[in-house]
């Protein structure tokens, strides 16, 4: 049986009086795909931020490695450095180089040699084709060539988790297949534990080992990827696939 890393029970969310996470329930288990998918405005974004801390929640349970977590800032923090998240805006830091935005976190938050870090990063840029940038700034990038640089600084602390939020969604055309093939790399060879919000549906249906497709904060659908994208059991997902040319 596989070893269930991530669970998340009756998760309730509100901003003020309106609730955006309505008694959300999944499980996440060891080397597995989930990919959130739904109409802008269900909750997608939303859900991958509570899951590792970077919004609160009112109400439910997660659990890591079948722990209740404890949703204080200072646990959350340790916590993340085991479920790393990248953003669709890069954030990397303009004033320093890309060795020094990946070096960061590892060296100073998790107190590893520099040394060995460094060797683990040019290695990293190397698979994502970026091995001669290491002395570049950000400005000197292409979007593309950024949201690589920002997903070697997440793998850089060795995380069980990788969360991705739209990855693709502010590049050019071009530098979508870019990226996206990092990231089936990462699902086929390294077999990375992954949740992925996506509206790119070819890339979701080659990706997903399970689909949770969402609507106003519920999930409507939890279903096998190769289900989904054939038969999807309910007709609001079969309109949202058709409204997606899919």
């Known amino acids: 049986m596989t070893e269930e890393v991530l669970k998340v029970e009756n998760l309730n969310k509100f901003y003020g009086d309106w609730q955006v996470l309505h008694g959300i329930n999944f499980d996440l288990k060891k080397g597995e795909v989930v990919t959130l998918l739904g109409p802008s405005g269900s909750g997608k974004s939303t859900l991958l931020r509570t899951l590792n801390g970077l919004e609160d929640y009112q109400s439910g349970a997660i659990y890591f490695h079948g722990k209740k977590i404890d949703p204080s800032p200072k646990n959350w923090q340790l916590l993340r450095q085991k479920i790393g998240m990248v953003f669709q805006s890069y954030d990397l830091f303009p004033n320093l180089s890309v060795m020094e935005n990946i070096l960061l976190a590892p060296v100073k938050v998790q107190k590893r040699n520099e040394a060995d870090v460094k060797k683990e990063a040019e290695e990293l840029l190397r698979r994502v084709g970026l091995e001669g940038y290491a002395n570049s700034y950000p400005r000197e990038l292409s979007g593309g060539q950024k949201q690589r640089v920002a997903i070697v600084r997440a793998l850089a602390m060795n995380p069980e988790i990788m969360l991705f939020d739209e990855i693709t969604a502010s590049?050019?055309?071009?530098?979508?297949?870019?990226?996206?093939?990092?990231?089936?790399?990462?699902?086929k060879h390294d077999h990375m534990t992954m949740i992925i919000v996506t509206h790119q549906m070819n890339f979701a249906a080659k990706i997903a080992d399970e689909v949770l497709f969402l609507e106003d904060g519920k999930i409507l659908e939890d279903t096998p990827g190769n289900e989904f994208f054939k038969n999807p059991k309910t007709q609001r997902a079969r309109e949202f696939l058709d409204s997606m040319d899919f």
């Open 171 to 187: 590049l050019d055309p071009e530098m979508v297949r870019g990226v996206q093939e990092i990231v089936e790399d990462l699902s």
